[in-house]
T-cell receptor, first 114, second 110 residues
Framework: EAQVTQNPRYLITVTGKKLTVTCSQNMNHEYMSWYRQDPGLGLRQIYYSMNVEVTDKGDVPEGYKVSRKEKRNFPLILESPSPNQTSLYFC?????????????FGPGTRLTVL | EDQVTQSPEALRLQEGESSSLNCSYTVSGLRGLFWYRQDPGKGPEFLFTLYSAGEEKEKERLKATLTKKESFLHITAPKPEDSATYLCAAYGGSQGNLIFGKGTKLSVKP
């Protein structure tokens, strides 16, 4: 089944404790992206990757890191999480970056930083 | 500034009561307008892409239309299972990325 998977689905952590949220897609997509979704603010892009070893900042990159060493994986790293990073996170992928391509979303990771 | 605005924020309908959701955009060089459906606690699910003014697409009880300034998602004779948040997103702008609206939460009562 073609899908985007994220792990963990739920995470409660404390301020300053490094964490990684994994994202994997099995569709051989070139483009991958991370979003956060907050009440009243909608979906905002954190980072995106056009292909392996190519990443770039989205609208709200502060406090986050990403890497793209393999085509299928795009982990999101929070080196020193803070309470304002409590949010619902979505990973998405599409065949290429471009207006013809639909983005397919993962199921989400709900992160709480205490 | 590139922007996507959806209205209303919330909409309550009776089963069978048709209505429309609005998505207005100010995005330079629009290359595509997307509609997604999002159920609580889940990721957005793709519905439609529209590329040019005048274009229409349909899927079951949903029809999406596009003008040069806005898009509408028309829901005909909705059912309770149509209850969800509907997201609009525009691709283009100065950054060349996907800009989302805040969504319209639709509730359909039996």
């Amino acid at each position: 089944e073609a899908q985007v998977t994220q792990n963990p689905r739920y995470l409660i952590t404390v301020t300053g404790k490094k964490l990684t949220v994994t994202c994997s897609q099995n569709m051989n997509h070139e483009y991958m992206s991370w979003y956060r979704q907050d009440p009243g603010l909608g979906l905002r892009q954190i980072y995106y990757s056009m292909n392996v070893e190519v990443t770039d900042k989205g609208d709200v990159p502060e406090g986050y890191k990403v890497s793209r060493k393999e085509k299928r994986n795009f982990p999101l790293i929070l080196e020193s999480p803070s309470p304002n990073q409590t949010s619902l996170y979505f990973c998405a992928s599409s065949p290429r970056a471009g207006w013809t391509d639909t983005q397919y979303f993962g199921p989400g990771t709900r992160l709480t930083v205490l | 500034e590139d922007q996507v605005t959806q209205s209303p924020e919330a909409l309550r309908l009776q089963e069978g009561e048709s209505s429309s959701l609005n998505c207005s955009y100010t995005v330079s060089g629009l290359r595509g307008l997307f509609w997604y459906r999002q159920d609580p606690g889940k990721g957005p699910e793709f519905l439609f892409t529209l590329y040019s003014a005048g274009e229409e697409k349909e899927k079951e009880r949903l029809k999406a239309t596009l003008t040069k300034k806005e898009s509408f998602l028309h829901i005909t004779a909705p059912k309770p299972e149509d209850s969800a948040t509907y997201l609009c997103a525009a691709y283009g702008g100065s950054q060349g990325n996907l800009i989302f609206g805040k969504g319209t939460k639709l509730s359909v009562k039996p």
